[in-house]
């Protein structure tokens, strides 16, 4: 495997490992706000269901008789209308009455109040056990409730009338419209994620190409300093540690072309004495021939 495609793979695992850590955190962060931001409207929506009410309208709630069948179908009509503005499930009202949950204001599931499809009027609730944590603390409560209604996200706002009976006021949404807005968030994490990982491969592929590019140019002319051309000079390009090098490469070239000279220079200057001296000088090899002889024994 080359340099380059080790340098390549190296940093675009770096680059893939940074891009899903960056798309996890920026998913579980919109997520996040996501959701916030879903409790905040099912908060807000079931205040002000509460204000849609007549004043005091759970002080004079007594029994079924309370609110005649017209003013409850009123009631109905104006939650329809604003879970339909508000894309809401369902907002509704319960009340804690002589220890049974009951209904006392609800929404109908197709939103047309002519077609009967609400709870009535003090209906007692089927499931009270997902209202006992909220009327035990008294506190607003966000949670995913399965009931005969369905699967959805619920904001529990309590209140307690001037009798001290709480009653609390709900809004919710179905999970799967929060699903689908989580989906839309997951695929705009995964588009950003692959944005990322893109720029960074190009990012990382054009580094890895200017550093191979140095490192070979670097190879070449080590390979050229070691057959003998000593006159050879680096450009000093790149980072820290690159410029370090090639300046290292050049002082240690410049170093050996100085020795080689010197050494050629003494050379000379040896070659010269032994030429001119009056003596003989021979060298003979192992097998008696003669390899070096000087001038004054090239005349015997």
Wanted: net charge negative; hydrophobic share 40%; glycine share 4%.
């Amino acid at each position: 495997m080359g340099l380059k495609t080790q340098i390549t793979f190296l940093m675009s695992m770096v680059v893939l490992l940074t891009s899903l850590i960056f798309g996890t955190i920026n998913y579980r962060s919109q997520e996040s706000s996501l959701l916030n931001g879903i409790d905040s409207k099912l908060y807000s929506a079931a205040i002000f269901s509460k204000a849609l009410l007549p004043k005091e309208y759970h002080d004079s709630i007594l029994n079924e008789e309370s609110v005649s069948p017209e003013e409850y179908l009123k009631i109905v009509d104006q939650y329809n209308q604003l879970c339909v503005k508000l894309n809401l499930e369902y907002i509704w009202s319960l009340m804690l009455i002589n220890d049974q949950i009951v209904f006392t204001s609800a929404t109908s599931s197709d939103k047309k109040v002519e077609n009967g499809m609400h709870a009535l009027f003090f209906d007692v609730h089927t499931n009270p056990e997902l209202y006992s944590k909220v009327f035990e603390t008294m506190e607003p409560q966000y949670q995913i409730n399965d009931d005969k209604w369905g699967r959805i996200r619920v904001a529990l706002i309590p209140f307690t009338d001037i009798h001290g009976r709480p009653y609390l006021f709900g809004a919710s949404v179905k999970i799967s419209d929060i699903d689908a807005l989580l989906y839309q968030t997951l695929l705009r994490s995964f588009l950003i994620c692959f944005g990322v990982l893109v720029f960074g491969f190009i990012v990382v592929r054009i580094f890895a190409n200017l550093l191979s590019q140095s490192l070979s140019n670097l190879a070449l002319i080590a390979d050229k300093i070691s057959a003998g051309n000593l006159k050879q000079k680096v450009a000093v390009t790149g980072g820290i540690e690159l410029e370090s090098l090639t300046k290292s490469i050049n002082r240690m070239s410049t170093a050996i072309d100085e020795k080689v000279s010197l050494l050629q220079e003494s050379e000379g200057r040896y070659r010269d004495l032994i030429e001119e001296t009056n003596d003989l000088i021979t060298r003979v090899d192992g097998q008696g021939h003669f390899v070096f002889v000087n001038k004054m024994a090239e005349k015997y």
